[in-house]
């Protein structure tokens, strides 16, 4: 009993330590989330919290679905698998209420050019000209069809 | 692209479901996608890529992104004939506006896009010290935006330098795959608005993917092998000198 | 791009990690040293350094207490930081920073030097007047047994701690050159020597500390430096930083000899984008200078007012050394980008969270601590009330 007397500071010591744990025990049942550790160490909600954000662009499909007459020709033409918002740009708005937004036609002027300038870096068997060369300044729709652009192919305007 | 019966059994209720989801406009995650029955992979295809930057910027409009700061990217290469281990590269603004154009020169010139590579073993999720990223059951490599510190160890420790720390929300970001729309049948903004197809979604774990069947007939590569990390971004015709 | 020579990839052209990052293993460094300096003492029976056991043991606190800090000011959302505690992720060397360093807090640090001020703080508790009375009480637990016995027990469990404390002290700074060392995708930071050398270097920023406060210290009090304890201080000083340049020499020689992939890069930034902060400041004055200051005095007999200006000079470019080379393994580690293809530079802002105002606010501010400490805890012999008696 003389040990305990002499060492009683210790045991508060320890005890702080023990107290302290207790209390972070019971933080922690509340404080970490409900979904951790459900699929591993992480919190399982955020995998559907991923999930649910808003989607921008609709896929080709979906525009498919309603503009048949664009799929006829675009499939029979060099552009087939070009999908229609790679130049449409993000059209999910459209396909969720076709009236709510419509999209605004691309200009031929600056979005040919961004595939089709030619470049000693795009690969060599890729239809490239050079803009100026081509068509002195003239837009590409002026000739050129986008849904199925090659002239010899009916695409001509 | 031919696709045969089977693959059509599979994919017509799968767009139906996509398309039905996209009419709705909620999104939620399409009722019959269970997680354990897919492991997502990507294919680039580098004879195929043109540098248009149509991805980079379909990606920043898909996920609302910061300037500056990218989820993907595309870099060209312009390798020497002399000297294969010193290439000059350059991403100019991460080609979000294409490329300036290159004058005919001796050597070879190629694009490279780049992004999260969805490791399997990924040294980023190992570094975390909290769990605040984490491979999915379906192998995509995600952040928990509500949950991280911001410490950027996981920046450090990707060899692939796709990682960033959002100026705004001050946590880690990175390309999800496009966890949001391959859960509801859709492709990846990247590789919907890709024109010639260069980048294409797989799941490795659907027999009747097409680009499985790519994978099994074609010797593909993935960056750094020597890390070891399990890298499911599969390149095509991806050159020696490329880092 | 400003600042970028050859080419990034495009996320990395900033650097993520800030000087506050370079200031943190700094701080854990100098509390692992100045702690294994008061161990030479409890553990070691070397006697001679006794005079500077009770200031390295407060030095150690101080710096310990601000260590968070810079972590803190640094992350994205500190709020979150007790996720650490919550839900630490055991296959990341960052996760026990939350635990190591409150064991190392409490377990070993606050723990010794209770137990070794416990007789001071009873009798201050009985004796001392106004409010600090009452800290004083607090700190006594409710317990005033200081009986011969009691002390006794204080002592042999003191001891215990001090040895559990050392292995505890390598954990504090070993797992933070573990934190690097375990990166594969940084060759500059990967490599098995890492937790190694940074102990060492801790070491000797540590031991440099002490001796340099106990000097200024003494003198500010004008009291007479006890020339055979700082003789002895310098000695194992000199020992240890030989161990930590051969370390770090030897890292160096086999990154030469062997010049993986990334050499050609690395070597290209050592000797432009870090030519001054590694070799000039790192190397030249802060290792190479003091080693052949110190190894003069270890073999020449000088006087002793010589080999006072001689400790002093040694030891503040030893300080400004291992500063040096944290600097070069954070900062350095970003610089250059993991293509090997390319370098950008740092940016250090002013008057930032993360800036050059910031870091020096948080050195100083252990040293604030260390004068609230000694006037709490006094570590002179002359002041503390052991010459009234006790119980």
């Known amino acids: 009993m003389n040990v305990f007397k002499d060492a009683g500071h210790l045991f508060r010591f320890a005890g702080l330590f023990v107290l302290a744990f207790l209390v972070f025990l019971i933080v922690r049942g509340f404080v970490v989330p409900r979904s951790f550790g459900q699929y591993g160490h992480y919190r399982g909600n955020a995998i559907s919290d991923i999930a649910a954000k808003p989607v921008k662009f609709a896929g080709h499909e979906a525009c498919e679905s309603c503009h048949t007459d664009v799929l006829d020709v675009k499939k029979a033409g060099k552009h087939a698998h070009v999908n229609c918002e790679a130049c449409h740009g993000p059209l999910a708005k459209h396909a969720d209420d076709p009236t709510a937004m419509t999209p605004v036609k691309p200009d031929t002027a600056v979005l040919c050019a961004r595939c089709h300038t030619a470049t000693a870096a795009k690969p060599k068997g890729f239809p490239q000209v050079d803009p100026e060369e081509h068509s002195s300044g003239v837009p590409c729709g002026t000739c050129h069809q986008p849904h199925s652009p090659a002239i010899d192919a009916g695409g001509a305007k | 692209m031919k696709i045969s019966r089977r693959q059509m059994l599979v994919l017509l209720p799968a767009a139906a479901v996509a398309w039905r989801s996209v009419l709705a406009g909620t999104p939620e995650q399409a009722p019959n996608y269970n997680k354990s029955e897919h492991w997502w992979g990507l294919l680039i295809d580098i004879p195929k890529c043109i540098g248009c930057g149509n991805c980079v910027r379909a990606c920043q409009a898909e996920n609302d992104l910061p300037d500056g700061f990218f989820r993907t990217w595309v870099e060209r290469y312009h390798v020497s004939d002399e000297d294969m281990t010193n290439p000059q590269v350059i991403s100019p603004d991460g080609g979000k506006e294409g490329f300036p154009v290159a004058k005919e020169d001796a050597g070879k010139y190629f694009f490279v896009p780049k992004m999260c590579n969805h490791c399997s073993d990924s040294p980023c999720t190992q570094v975390c010290p909290v769990g605040a990223t984490f491979v999915t059951p379906d192998g995509v490599v995600l952040v928990d935006q509500s949950y991280c510190l911001g410490c950027a160890y996981c920046v450090q420790a990707c060899p692939y330098g796709c990682r960033y720390i959002h100026p705004e929300k001050k946590v880690a970001d990175k390309c999800t795959l496009c966890y949001h729309r391959i859960t509801k049948g859709l492709t990846t903004a990247c590789c919907e608005s890709c024109p010639t197809g260069a980048r294409q979604l797989v799941d490795l774990k659907n027999p009747n993917d097409p680009i499985h069947e790519f994978l099994k007939t074609h010797s593909v590569q993935v960056l750094k092998p020597q890390m070891a990390t399990g890298a499911k971004a599969y390149y095509n015709g991806l050159d020696g000198s490329v880092r | ?391």
């Open chain 3, 1 to 391: 791009m400003n600042g970028v020579e050859g080419f990034m990839y495009p996320n990395e052209i900033g650097l993520q990690w800030s000087v506050l990052i370079v200031l943190y293993p700094f701080i854990t460094g100098l509390v692992a040293g100045a702690f294994i300096l008061a161990s030479l003492v409890r553990v070691f029976r070397v006697e001679a350094v006794r005079p500077t056991y009770r200031l390295a043991l407060l030095t150690a606190l101080s710096f310990l207490l601000v260590a968070p800090l810079p972590l803190q000011f640094h992350l994205g959302h500190p709020e979150r930081s007790p996720e650490m505690y919550f839900t630490p992720h055991s296959t990341s060397a960052m996760a026990m920073f939350g635990y190591v360093y409150l064991w190392y807090l409490m377990a070993v640090l606050v723990l010794e030097i209770w137990l070794d001020y416990r007789r001071e703080i009873v009798l201050e508790s009985k004796t001392a007047t106004g409010s600090v009375r009452w800290l004083y009480k607090m700190m006594t637990l409710g317990s005033d047994n200081i009986s011969e016995r009691s002390l006794h027990i204080d002592e042999r469990v003191g001891w215990i701690v001090t040895l559990i404390g050392i292995p505890s002290a390598f954990l504090l700074h070993g797992y933070v050159g573990f934190i690097f060392g375990s990166i594969k995708a940084n060759p500059w930071w990967s490599s098995p020597l890492m937790p190694v050398v940074f102990i060492f270097s801790a070491m000797v920023s540590g031991i440099a500390a002490v001796m340099l406060l106990y000097m200024a210290v003494t003198r500010l009090r004008k009291q007479k430096i006890d020339i055979r304890c700082v003789d002895t201080i310098a000695m194992y000083l000199f020992y240890i930083f030989i161990v930590d340049f051969s370390l770090e020499m030897l890292d160096l020689i086999h990154r030469i000899y062997e010049a993986d992939e990334s050499f050609r890069s690395l070597n290209f930034m050592v000797h432009t984008r870090l030519y001054i902060p590694h070799i000039v400041i790192q190397i030249a004055l802060g290792t190479v200078t003091p080693l052949i200051l110190l190894g003069i005095t270890q073999v020449v007999k000088l006087p002793e007012l010589v080999r006072k200006r001689m400790y002093v000079v040694a030891g503040s470019l030893a300080l400004v050394g291992i500063f040096a080379m944290r600097w070069n393994v954070v900062i350095g580690g970003q610089l250059f980008s993991k293509s090997f293809l390319g370098y950008t530079t740092y940016k250090m802002q002013l008057a930032t969270r993360e800036g050059s105002l910031m870091a020096i606010a948080l050195s100083l501010l252990p040293f604030v601590f260390l004068w609230v400490l000694t006037k709490l805890l006094p570590p002179w012999p002359e002041e503390n009330v052991s010459q009234i008696a006790g119980d």
